[in-house]
């Protein structure tokens, strides 16, 4: 979803109660086991009350446009938008790989956004310097064999992150959950299921 579409004609609800909008930042979508993990993400976010938008990187941009396209820019003016149009529900910023440093880098710094999730995150190769700076809430998923940033990586990252967080390792998974993409929406339901959000209204937000 770009910026300038309309919010309500994107949004994916949950079947009761709409407690936050999560905006899922998605990676190139350029193979089946993506658009998988997305799915399931996509299910566990609406599975613990959450409306889900999603910030899509453009398929193909002409040359001149695709030089000046920023998608940190696109994705920080798509949570303004959805505050513009739903301005009574708290955000959730939600990355999957390449598309965590997006979520957690503007969601950080967003004063909207209430909770961080980051699925796959690679830490050990992209500067979140802002997320370990953030007071919000922070939730990461990450698979055990994770190629792209090692679980060692993953836990150096993790024990550097301030209060209130947690994180879920799922066993045997790699950077692409392959045969265990399933186990994030699982995962997602026991990080967040009871999450209770009126605990941190108000939760010091960064400008």
Known sequence: MSAEANVSDQLLRPNGPIKAIAVVAVPPLTNPARQEVIAHITQGLLRVGCAVVKHEPPAALPLEDGLRYDPMKDYRALLDHVVAHVPTRPLWAVGYGEGAYL??????????????????????????????????????????????????????????LSEPRDVAIIDSADHAFDGHASEIADAIEELLGDFDIAAYRNWPHEA
């Open 103 to 160: 979520a957690l880098h503007a969601g950080a710094k967003h004063r909207k956004v209430q909770v961080l999730l980051g699925i796959a995150t690679p830490a050990e190769t992209l500067d979140f310097s802002t997320m370990k700076r953030s007071k919000k809430p922070k939730f990461l998923i990450h698979g055990e064999r994770d190629e792209v940033c090692t679980l060692k990586g993953l836990r150096r990252f993790y024990g550097q």
